[in-house]
Structure formats: structure tokens, C-alpha cells
């Protein structure tokens, strides 16, 4: 199956790790963005908000790779 072949090479190797590097990079942006205020006075602070800032990217960079592989049979 094409589609289980390609969510395992996604899920491992060079692709997780550019996934998770990328989460974290955008994700800290985000929280910077959103909360930046809230996150210095540590008050007030929406903790599901700051983990959904890094789970949407890697998401995002993880169907990346998995749609690129998708297409690529190799």
C-alpha cells in the first residue's frame, strides 16, 4: 500500500527530524506571537494554545513529506 509505505518514511529518519525542527521553529514564532506578553509575565498563560502552536506545524511539514512521498514511489 502506497500510502502506509509513504506515512513510514515520513515518520522516521531525515523527515521526522526536519519535521520536528521545523515545529519547534515555527512553533516558538507563534507562541512569541500569540502569547509573547503572557509568557514574560508567566500570567494568564493558555497552555493547550502553546501546544497547538507546535503541534499545526509539525502536522503541516509532516503531510508535506508524506504527500512528497506519496507521489514518489522510490
Known amino acids: 500500500m502506497v500510502g502506509a509505505s509513504a506515512l513510514r518514511r515520513a515518520f522516521t529518519g531525515p523527515p521526522l527530524r526536519r519535521s520536528l525542527v ?7 514564532v507563534l507562541n512569541a506571537i500569540n502569547q509573547g506578553d503572557r509568557l514574560i509575565a508567566m500570567d494568564g498563560v493558555i497552555w493547550w494554545r502553546i501546544a497547538l502552536n507546535f503541534c499545526v506545524p509539525f502536522c503541516v ?9 506519496r507521489s514518489d514511489p522510490g
Open 22 to 28: 521545523l515545529a519547534l521553529i515555527v512553533g516558538a
Open 61 to 69: 511539514a509532516s503531510f508535506g513529506a508524506w504527500s512528497a512521498f
